[in-house]
């Protein structure tokens, strides 16, 4: 009986197939692809959010908080703030956050009522005071337009040398397409504070792989001021320090400053407090956030829990990759693969900061997570170091 030949079967018997195959043997080639590939990746994203950018709501405000500094009267502040905005929006994108829901419609006509939904955004005052040392040189709205981009350059760069360091650069081939189900190529686009923090973040992480303790309390203190919830991650380091017999004090230290610092924050920018913001980005979305005191219930916390977990499973990426990560983590430990203790302790660390911060305040987003996912696969990858030139050719 004649056996037909599968395509990829006759394609690989070729001259062109022979010699493809003979180069994936060669190691230094596919590193060199997998540095390649990746750094692509990260430079198109880039590239096109910088081609065109998400102005979204999220950009409204925090170039209001940016402006609000020189602008005591809501109605001046609210008048230059979309001043900006008009400049470099596309007309449907325009339209779509003035008038794309009614709370938007509603913010762009009543200044008071927009200017009272700052107390939300002003308490990230590294990336609000970022978006001013720019301002001179790039104007406010492409000064926050390129605080997304210019850090997920320097983030895939990062990695990228920790990909090296590593001996792992054939991991670029599985970390790239990992970026984009961690939702890199919209937090680039959209102006959120969020790819600033996973670059002082990552960087604070690589550090402490390092070896360098002492440079990673510092990068993550400083985190809280880009976003306060970033908390989370160094109370998951001390929990961690415990559990894994680490030098507590570092990091106990570095937690009591960063909680003090989160409180100076919410109390000097006005915060409405972790009950009203669960209830408005939970519950209800408000209008005017002035006087918003809404009483505490256990019911309606409960709701906001159900609703962001309903939401997180059916429409983000963050819940199934944290499940993913965790497969992989038991697999590489049985299987032999060699990992330190630091290696091990940070995966657990991310691990349960993933659970922690959805459970501090549920929102579904896969940006609010971006920190923890990326911090587990640079980790699996370069503990695994994923070799393609060593596969053996199937008989």
């Not at 306060?228 to 998951?236: E, M």
């Not at 980790?379 to 199937?394: G, H, N, S």
Request: charged share 15%; aromatic share 14%; glycine share 6%.
């Amino acid at each position: 009986m004649k056996i037909e030949r599968a395509p990829i079967e006759w394609a690989l018997d070729t001259g062109v197939g022979k010699g493809i195959a003979q180069a994936t043997t060669n190691r230094t080639l596919l590193d060199w692809l997998g540095a390649a590939f990746f750094a692509v990746v990260c430079v198109v994203i880039a590239l096109y959010a910088l081609v065109k950018p998400d102005y979204n709501w999220d950009m409204v405000a925090y170039v209001a908080t940016a402006l609000e500094d020189r602008y005591q009267d809501p109605a001046e502040l609210h008048a230059a703030t979309w001043s900006e905005i008009e400049k470099g929006a596309r007309p449907a994108q325009l339209y779509e956050i003035q008038y794309g829901n009614p709370y938007n419609k509603h913010q762009w006509e009543n200044p008071v009522d927009f200017q009272s939904q700052l107390s939300m955004y002003r308490v990230k005052v590294g990336y609000v005071w970022a978006i001013r040392a720019l301002e001179p040189i790039f104007g406010v709205a492409m000064a926050s337009i390129l605080l997304s981009v210019i850090p997920s350059l320097l983030v895939g760069g990062l990695l990228l040398y920790w990909l090296a360091r590593e001996n792992a650069l054939q991991g670029g081939f599985i970390l790239a397409p990992l970026l984009m189900l961690a939702d890199q190529a919209q937090m680039t686009s959209s102006v959120v504070p969020d790819m600033l923090l996973s670059l002082v973040s990552v960087a604070a992480l690589y550090a402490f792989v390092r070896g360098r303790d002492a440079l990673a309390c510092v990068l993550l203190f400083a985190s809280v001021f880009v976003r306060p919830d970033n908390l989370i991650l160094i109370f998951a380091m001390l929990v961690t320090a415990v559990v894994f017999g680490w030098r507590i004090m570092p990091w106990l230290a570095t937690f009591v400053a960063s909680f003090v610092g989160c409180m100076l924050i919410s109390k000097y920018g006005h915060h409405p407090g972790w009950w009203a913001h669960f209830y408005f980005s939970c519950v209800q979305i408000q209008n005017s956030m002035i006087d918003f005191h809404p009483d505490f219930s256990l019911m309606t916390m409960l709701k906001g829990y159900v609703r962001g977990v309903v939401v997180a499973l059916i429409n983000s990426d963050w819940p199934a990759i944290l499940a993913l990560f965790a497969a992989g983590w038991a697999l590489l430990y049985r299987y032999g693969k060699p990992i330190t203790n630091r290696q091990n302790g940070l995966i657990f660390a991310l691990m349960i900061g993933t659970l922690g911060k959805f459970a501090s305040f549920p929102l579904p987003d896969d940006r609010f997570y971006h920190v923890f996912i990326l911090g587990l696969a640079i980790l699996l990858v370069t503990i695994w170091k994923p070799r393609f030139d060593i596969v053996k050719a199937r008989n």
